[in-house]
């Protein structure tokens, strides 16, 4: 068992408060990804729940046991670095044990855990091997199995994949979510790339200036995300906003242009922020005109910089559109996947869309 409770936690270095207040509960087997932006404190949570950041204020459990006081070595809980941290002078087979040397492990019980991690992560035949013969991605499977061994109530991840190539970023992330569904073990990943956790987690905790702005299944987050942080954060390319003023069901920008928003206005009045996603729009010759400002063609899809309602918008279409810079093409925004912000607080006004068919771990 893993559940991990997170109470109240705090973290303040004299009177720079990096984390205020934060509480999460993590069920055992989940996978829980912490994203933000760079200084959000998703990483000193992270070292926190490891033991090697003090805790300011509030708990943290495994299992019901507050973990505070204990060292790292006795919180069960195993941690990998983006820096890989592999020992240079030791083979693959012995920087994969040695942390079971240091318990005490039996020879035949430390054999028997690395050629199941070996095993698992593709790394039989380099067991002999030293660090310097790997590739990237061999290390971090190295510093995977070092992780794996120990068979903790906890993983960690510390944004293990930013050193890689693109590439090898997505064939990892596929690795990795493999060997949680192999293993069920709780596991806390740290990210700042919103993509990633899309693609990985069970839940994501999106975080920002010390503070939790939103927790969900991807798609929830997605689709109906709590406020303006969030709406701009998740999602790539990210969702346009455009300012203005709801009247009746009629959202108005600041140059006249008009949008109809139907029953998703309903709650809206006055100063409003309308969000749409850019694959959230269909071409439509009654639509609304706008001027082209230029065009990246990817061969799947054609992603459009437009000029709409005063704003810098980004329209993604299936279609392979053919057209130039100054020409003027006519879209519509589907009016169901129109998100609406209050302009004063950046929260959500408009109604949540329901997430059909969509359980934990199962994104569709």
Excluded: W
Excluded at 238 to 257: H, L, Q, R, Y
Excluded at 304 to 326: A, K, N, Y
């Amino acid at each position: 068992m893993g559940a991990v409770t997170i109470r109240d936690i705090a973290k303040r270095y004299d009177a720079v408060e990096v984390l205020k207040g934060v509480s999460i509960d993590i069920t055992d087997g989940e996978f829980l990804v912490l994203v933000g932006p760079s200084g959000c404190g998703k990483s000193t949570l992270l070292r926190m729940i490891a033991g090697l950041e003090e805790i300011t204020d509030g708990t943290i459990a495994i299992d019901g046991e507050v973990i505070n006081d204990l060292a790292p070595k006795d919180r069960d809980i195993a941690m990998v670095f983006q820096s890989y941290a592999l020992y240079p002078h030791m083979t693959v087979r012995r920087n994969m044990e040695y942390a079971l040397r240091l318990k005490g492990m039996d020879r035949g019980e430390r054999e028997r855990r690395v050629a199941r991690a070996a095993d698992i992560l593709g790394l039989t035949d380099y067991l002999d091997r030293m660090p310097k013969q790997l590739s990237g991605g061999q290390r971090q499977r190295v510093a995977m199995g070092r992780a794996i061994v120990r068979d903790p109530k906890v993983y960690l991840f510390d944004e293990p994949l930013s050193n890689l190539d693109a590439k090898l970023r997505v064939q990892m992330r596929f690795e990795i979510k493999q060997n949680h569904a192999r293993l069920s073990t709780t596991t806390v990943y740290v990210t700042h790339d919103q993509v990633e956790a899309m693609t990985m987690a069970d839940r994501i905790v999106v975080m920002n200036k010390g503070r939790i702005e939103q927790i969900g299944r991807p798609l929830e987050l997605y689709d109906n995300p709590a406020n303006l942080f969030v709406a701009g954060f998740i999602g790539s390319p990210a969702m346009n906003m455009i300012e203005g003023d709801v009247s009746g069901d009629i959202f108005t920008t600041a140059d006249g242009t008009q949008m109809q928003l139907g029953a998703i206005g309903a709650d809206a009045e006055g100063r409003t922020v309308l969000g749409v996603r850019p694959e959230s729009f269909e071409l439509d010759p009654d639509g609304i005109a706008v001027e082209v400002l230029g065009i990246e063609p990817t061969g799947a899809e054609s992603q459009i910089l437009v000029r709409l309602g005063g704003e810098e918008v980004v329209v993604v279409l299936r279609e392979r559109l053919f057209v130039q810079p100054g020409e003027f093409i006519h879209i519509t925004p589907v009016a169901s996947a129109i998100n609406l912000f209050d302009a004063r607080s950046g929260l959500r006004i408009s109604p949540d869309r329901p997430i059909a068919n969509h359980k934990l771990g199962v994104h569709v």
